[in-house]
Antibody
Framework: EVQLVQSGAEVKKPGESLKISCKGSGYTFTSYWIGWVRQMPGKGLEWMGI????????RYSPSFQGQVTISADKSINIAYLQWSSLRASDTAMYYC????????????WGQGTLVTVSS | QSVLTQPPSVSGAPGQRVTISCTGS?????????VHWYQQFPGTAPKPLIY???NRPSGVPDRFSGSKSGTSASLAITGLQAEDEADYYCQSYDSSLSGWGVFGGGTKLTVL
């Protein structure tokens, strides 16, 4: 069974750094792209970026380029989303999702990680 | 502002048919990229509903169907049920150099 399990909720202060994770299981982790999706409170879904654990190829939406870093450690089947300096506007739910091989849709989703940034 | 445009809300009575539109441009849907749809209930992760324009994942009722034409796509729900009340999002890809995904702004479906 394919599963994506995300790390728990985080409460941080502006300016702090953060790295959240997404562990894949039940499939060949290195053969599928993993993406991250943001959902701000009461708002819609935003495509942030995607990484291919097999060769670390990573692509970002222009809206998120330079704002976050997406990576993966294929030795432990974990993808990451990180910030070097959080802002209050980063407060959101973040989902990881596996991209299907042939259609570029997200076919499996993690449960989400709530990030709250507040002074 | 979302790249793909959806109506903020639609509504229908039980048993009726509703459609949700998703309008893009020549750089995404019109460039030939597939359109996918997701259903999201409050407090839960999105669930895949339609992939590759008109394909249903296993377990999705055939009351849900998708179509695509030109720079737009549509999700149709027939035989509307109370349990269909949720948010619906379309997704495609942008044809720029490195390529990235794009979502619609989402549509809230209310079952009257």
């Amino acid at each position: 069974e394919v599963q994506l399990v995300q790390s728990g909720a985080e409460v941080k202060k502006p300016g702090e750094s953060l790295k959240i994770s997404c562990k894949g299981s039940g499939y060949t982790f290195t053969s599928y792209w993993i993406g991250w999706v943001r959902q701000m409170p009461g708002k819609g879904l935003e495509w942030m970026g995607i990484t291919y654990p097999g060769d670390s190829d990573t692509r970002y939406s222009p809206s998120f380029q330079g704002q976050v870093t997406i990576s993966a450690d294929k030795s432990i089947n974990i993808a990451y989303l990180q910030w070097s300096s959080l802002r209050a506007s980063d407060t959101a739910m973040y989902y990881c999702a596996r991209q299907a091989r042939y259609n570029q849709n997200f076919d499996y989703w993690g449960q989400g990680t709530l990030v709250t940034v507040s002074s | 502002q979302s790249v793909l445009t959806q109506p903020p809300s639609v509504s229908g009575a039980p048993g009726q048919r509703v459609t949700i539109s998703c309008t893009g441009s020549s750089s995404d849907i019109g460039a030939g990229y597939d359109v996918h749809w997701y259903q999201q209930f409050p407090g839960t992760a999105p669930k895949p509903l339609i992939y590759g324009n008109n394909n249903r994942p296993s377990g999705v009722p055939d009351r849900f169907s998708g179509s695509k034409s030109g720079t737009s796509a549509s999700l149709a729900i027939t035989g509307l049920q109370a349990e269909d009340e949720a948010d619906y999002y379309c997704q495609s890809y942008d044809s720029s150099l490195s390529g990235w995904g794009v979502f619609g702004g989402g549509t809230k479906l209310t079952v009257l």
